[in-house]
T-cell receptor
Framework: ETGVTQTPRHLVMGMTNKKSLKCEQHLGHNAMYWYKQSAKKPLELMFVYSLEERVENNSVPSRFSPECPNSSHLFLHLHTLQPEDSALYLC????????????FGPGTRLTVL | AQSVAQPEDQVNVAEGNPLTVKCTYSVSGNPYLFWYVQYPNRGLQFLLKYITGDNLVKGSYGFEAEFNKSQTSFHLKKPSALVSDSALYFCAVRDGNNDMRFGAGTRLTVKP
Protein backbone atom coordinates (compact mmCIF):
# COMPACT_ATOMS: atom_id res chain seq x y z
CA GLU A 1 0.00 0.00 0.00
CA THR A 2 2.81 2.45 0.73
CA GLY A 3 5.67 0.91 -1.23
CA VAL A 4 7.38 -0.38 1.93
CA THR A 5 7.13 -4.10 2.61
CA GLN A 6 8.19 -6.07 5.66
CA THR A 7 8.65 -9.78 6.20
CA PRO A 8 7.71 -11.75 8.11
CA ARG A 9 4.51 -10.14 9.37
CA HIS A 10 4.54 -12.27 12.51
CA LEU A 11 7.45 -13.96 14.27
CA VAL A 12 7.62 -16.04 17.43
CA MET A 13 11.07 -16.90 18.71
CA GLY A 14 12.77 -18.27 21.76
CA MET A 15 15.39 -16.33 23.67
CA THR A 16 18.22 -18.39 22.19
CA ASN A 17 17.10 -18.15 18.58
CA LYS A 18 18.60 -16.04 15.82
CA LYS A 19 16.24 -14.47 13.33
CA SER A 20 16.14 -11.55 10.90
CA LEU A 21 13.52 -9.02 9.94
CA LYS A 22 13.51 -7.74 6.39
CA CYS A 23 12.33 -4.44 4.98
CA GLU A 24 12.22 -3.41 1.34
CA GLN A 25 11.20 -0.07 -0.11
CA HIS A 26 10.19 0.46 -3.72
CA LEU A 27 10.08 4.26 -3.57
CA GLY A 28 13.61 5.18 -4.56
CA HIS A 29 14.25 6.70 -1.14
CA ASN A 30 17.68 7.29 0.35
CA ALA A 31 16.87 6.98 4.06
CA MET A 32 15.50 4.01 6.00
CA TYR A 33 14.52 3.60 9.65
CA TRP A 34 13.73 0.95 12.25
CA TYR A 35 11.20 1.75 14.97
CA LYS A 36 9.93 -0.25 17.92
CA GLN A 37 6.27 0.13 18.85
CA SER A 38 5.20 -1.10 22.28
CA ALA A 39 1.71 -0.77 23.69
CA LYS A 40 0.88 2.68 25.10
CA LYS A 41 4.41 3.99 24.52
CA PRO A 42 5.72 6.43 21.93
CA LEU A 43 7.37 4.96 18.91
CA GLU A 44 11.03 4.41 19.66
CA LEU A 45 13.44 5.23 16.88
CA MET A 46 16.09 2.52 16.83
CA PHE A 47 18.28 3.08 13.78
CA VAL A 48 18.56 5.47 10.86
CA TYR A 49 20.37 4.76 7.61
CA SER A 50 21.13 7.32 4.94
CA LEU A 51 22.60 6.10 1.66
CA GLU A 52 23.41 2.79 3.33
CA GLU A 53 25.37 4.38 6.17
CA ARG A 54 24.11 4.27 9.72
CA VAL A 55 23.61 7.83 10.91
CA GLU A 56 21.78 7.22 14.15
CA ASN A 57 21.76 4.51 16.80
CA ASN A 58 19.58 5.37 19.76
CA SER A 59 21.24 3.34 22.50
CA VAL A 60 19.82 0.11 21.20
CA PRO A 61 21.11 -3.09 22.85
CA SER A 62 23.62 -5.05 20.81
CA ARG A 63 21.24 -8.00 20.55
CA PHE A 64 19.67 -5.92 17.75
CA SER A 65 21.98 -5.61 14.76
CA PRO A 66 20.91 -3.65 11.66
CA GLU A 67 22.22 -4.14 8.16
CA CYS A 68 21.63 -2.01 5.08
CA PRO A 69 23.21 -3.70 2.03
CA ASN A 70 21.73 -1.17 -0.40
CA SER A 71 19.34 1.75 -0.34
CA SER A 72 16.30 -0.47 -0.96
CA HIS A 73 16.84 -3.09 1.73
CA LEU A 74 17.14 -2.96 5.48
CA PHE A 75 17.52 -5.87 7.85
CA LEU A 76 17.29 -6.21 11.61
CA HIS A 77 19.18 -9.23 12.92
CA LEU A 78 17.98 -10.54 16.26
CA HIS A 79 19.75 -12.82 18.72
CA THR A 80 19.36 -13.72 22.39
CA LEU A 81 16.34 -11.47 22.76
CA GLN A 82 14.39 -10.95 25.96
CA PRO A 83 10.62 -11.20 26.46
CA GLU A 84 10.46 -7.41 26.88
CA ASP A 85 11.64 -7.11 23.28
CA SER A 86 8.23 -8.35 22.16
CA ALA A 87 6.70 -5.52 20.14
CA LEU A 88 5.74 -4.36 16.67
CA TYR A 89 8.83 -3.47 14.67
CA LEU A 90 8.20 -0.89 11.98
CA CYS A 91 10.37 -0.02 9.05
CA UNK A 92 10.07 3.34 7.32
CA UNK A 93 11.73 5.20 4.48
CA UNK A 94 11.95 8.79 3.33
CA UNK A 95 13.49 10.59 0.38
CA UNK A 96 16.27 11.87 2.59
CA UNK A 97 16.93 12.31 6.28
CA UNK A 98 15.31 15.67 6.84
CA UNK A 99 11.90 17.19 6.78
CA UNK A 100 10.56 14.68 4.31
CA UNK A 101 7.61 12.50 5.11
CA UNK A 102 8.36 8.98 6.28
CA UNK A 103 6.47 6.07 4.74
CA PHE A 104 5.94 3.05 6.92
CA GLY A 105 5.70 -0.65 6.28
CA PRO A 106 3.03 -2.81 7.93
CA GLY A 107 5.38 -3.98 10.66
CA THR A 108 6.53 -7.31 12.06
CA ARG A 109 4.77 -8.47 15.21
CA LEU A 110 7.53 -10.12 17.28
CA THR A 111 6.87 -12.34 20.26
CA VAL A 112 9.80 -13.55 22.34
CA LEU A 113 9.03 -16.53 24.54
CA ALA B 1 15.68 17.82 22.91
CA GLN B 2 12.33 17.92 21.24
CA SER B 3 9.28 16.15 22.59
CA VAL B 4 5.64 15.74 21.75
CA ALA B 5 2.69 15.09 24.03
CA GLN B 6 -0.71 13.68 23.25
CA PRO B 7 -2.63 14.32 26.47
CA GLU B 8 -5.53 11.98 25.71
CA ASP B 9 -5.12 8.21 25.47
CA GLN B 10 -8.63 7.86 24.15
CA VAL B 11 -11.10 10.10 22.33
CA ASN B 12 -14.70 9.04 21.74
CA VAL B 13 -17.04 10.89 19.40
CA ALA B 14 -20.35 10.16 17.73
CA GLU B 15 -20.47 9.78 13.97
CA GLY B 16 -21.21 13.10 12.29
CA ASN B 17 -19.81 15.16 15.15
CA PRO B 18 -16.60 17.16 14.90
CA LEU B 19 -13.48 15.58 16.32
CA THR B 20 -10.28 16.96 17.79
CA VAL B 21 -7.17 15.00 18.71
CA LYS B 22 -4.74 17.11 20.71
CA CYS B 23 -0.98 17.46 20.34
CA THR B 24 1.50 19.79 21.99
CA TYR B 25 5.19 19.94 21.30
CA SER B 26 8.47 21.26 22.59
CA VAL B 27 11.31 21.92 20.21
CA SER B 28 14.21 24.28 19.81
CA GLY B 29 14.05 26.16 16.57
CA ASN B 30 11.35 25.82 13.95
CA PRO B 31 9.17 22.73 14.35
CA TYR B 32 8.22 20.36 11.58
CA LEU B 33 5.01 18.68 12.66
CA PHE B 34 3.30 15.55 11.38
CA TRP B 35 0.18 13.49 11.95
CA TYR B 36 0.04 9.79 11.17
CA VAL B 37 -2.80 7.27 11.49
CA GLN B 38 -2.50 3.57 12.22
CA TYR B 39 -5.30 1.15 11.45
CA PRO B 40 -5.33 -2.31 13.09
CA ASN B 41 -2.52 -4.59 11.89
CA ARG B 42 -1.16 -1.88 9.61
CA GLY B 43 1.80 0.45 9.59
CA LEU B 44 1.53 4.18 10.09
CA GLN B 45 0.05 6.20 7.27
CA PHE B 46 0.92 9.84 6.68
CA LEU B 47 -2.01 12.25 7.09
CA LEU B 48 -0.53 15.74 6.93
CA LYS B 49 2.40 17.90 7.88
CA TYR B 50 3.30 21.46 8.75
CA ILE B 51 6.66 22.79 7.61
CA THR B 52 6.04 26.47 7.01
CA GLY B 53 3.39 28.80 5.63
CA ASP B 54 -0.33 28.63 6.36
CA ASN B 55 -1.10 27.65 9.93
CA LEU B 56 -4.07 25.55 8.81
CA VAL B 57 -2.93 22.43 7.02
CA LYS B 58 -5.28 20.18 5.10
CA GLY B 59 -4.55 16.51 4.71
CA SER B 60 -5.95 13.18 3.67
CA TYR B 61 -9.48 11.87 4.37
CA GLY B 62 -10.83 15.33 5.26
CA PHE B 63 -8.50 15.89 8.20
CA GLU B 64 -6.86 19.20 8.97
CA ALA B 65 -4.57 20.52 11.68
CA GLU B 66 -3.86 23.97 13.00
CA PHE B 67 -0.38 25.05 13.96
CA ASN B 68 -0.47 27.41 16.94
CA LYS B 69 2.96 28.74 17.77
CA SER B 70 2.00 30.61 20.93
CA GLN B 71 0.34 27.52 22.41
CA THR B 72 2.89 25.12 20.87
CA SER B 73 0.04 22.99 19.66
CA PHE B 74 -0.84 21.12 16.49
CA HIS B 75 -4.31 19.67 17.06
CA LEU B 76 -5.86 17.37 14.48
CA LYS B 77 -9.45 18.11 13.49
CA LYS B 78 -12.23 16.89 11.26
CA PRO B 79 -15.63 18.60 10.91
CA SER B 80 -17.67 15.40 10.70
CA ALA B 81 -16.35 12.08 12.01
CA LEU B 82 -16.89 8.74 10.29
CA VAL B 83 -16.92 5.31 11.92
CA SER B 84 -14.08 4.41 9.57
CA ASP B 85 -11.92 7.13 11.18
CA SER B 86 -11.59 4.91 14.26
CA ALA B 87 -7.86 4.23 14.58
CA LEU B 88 -4.72 5.16 16.48
CA TYR B 89 -3.39 8.66 15.75
CA PHE B 90 0.19 9.76 16.24
CA CYS B 91 1.60 13.26 16.34
CA ALA B 92 5.31 13.69 15.57
CA VAL B 93 7.81 16.52 15.61
CA ARG B 94 11.11 16.90 13.86
CA ASP B 95 13.62 19.56 14.84
CA GLY B 96 16.38 21.23 12.87
CA ASN B 97 18.72 18.34 13.65
CA ASN B 98 16.35 15.97 11.85
CA ASP B 99 15.57 13.99 15.00
CA MET B 100 11.96 12.84 14.89
CA ARG B 101 9.92 12.06 17.96
CA PHE B 102 6.45 10.54 18.09
CA GLY B 103 3.77 10.91 20.73
CA ALA B 104 2.34 7.89 22.53
CA GLY B 105 -0.73 7.92 20.35
CA THR B 106 -4.42 8.64 20.84
CA ARG B 107 -7.03 6.02 20.14
CA LEU B 108 -10.01 7.55 18.38
CA THR B 109 -13.32 5.69 18.51
CA VAL B 110 -16.21 6.96 16.42
CA LYS B 111 -19.54 5.42 17.41
CA PRO B 112 -22.46 5.11 15.01
Amino acid sequence: ETGVTQTPRHLVMGMTNKKSLKCEQHLGHNAMYWYKQSAKKPLELMFVYSLEERVENNSVPSRFSPECPNSSHLFLHLHTLQPEDSALYLCASSQDVGTNTQYFGPGTRLTVL
Amino acid sequence: AQSVAQPEDQVNVAEGNPLTVKCTYSVSGNPYLFWYVQYPNRGLQFLLKYITGDNLVKGSYGFEAEFNKSQTSFHLKKPSALVSDSALYFCAVRDGNNDMRFGAGTRLTVKP
